[in-house]
């Protein structure tokens, strides 16, 4: 199994940035495909973006396609979030999850493993 670790967020004015990290161990974090999520209270956790084993596929809800990247680096067991734009609706706990396939699940069901959330203010 894989244990997951957010770092990154934190308050940030409108139209500003935030990368969130997603620090991973306990197992080969290469083999995992890794989503990113968000939830906002009294809402839906949601998917925000994926990435597959490789981080040659990629997948982002269409609510943040141009102004988010996901990325990993394998050599460091570490996934990324970039946040570019944000707008106060990004506001919600951001959580790192993975799962044990090549492919992106988009619900949350779809992953085994989360971590514990960092939160994201995004101020007007």
């Known amino acids: 199994q894989v244990q997951l670790v957010e770092s990154g967020g934190g308050l940030v004015q409108a139209g500003g940035s935030l990368r969130l990290s997603c620090a991973a161990s306990?197992?080969?974090?290469?083999?995992?495909?890794v989503g990113w999520f968000r939830q906002a209270p009294q809402k839906e956790r949601e998917f925000v973006a994926g990435i597959n084993w490789s981080g040659g596929s990629t997948l982002y809800a269409d609510s943040v396609k141009d102004r988010f990247t996901i990325s990993r680096d394998n050599a460091k067991n570490t996934g990324y979030l970039q946040m570019n734009s944000l707008k106060p609706e990004d506001t919600a706990v951001y959580y790192c999850?993975?799962?044990?396939?090549?492919?992106?699940?988009?619900?949350?069901?779809?992953?085994?493993?989360w971590g514990q959330g960092t939160q994201v203010t995004v101020s007007s």
């Open positions: 999850a993975a799962r044990y396939t090549y492919g992106i699940g988009a619900t949350p069901n779809a992953y085994d493993y």
């Open positions: 306990g197992s080969t974090f290469s083999t995992y495909a």
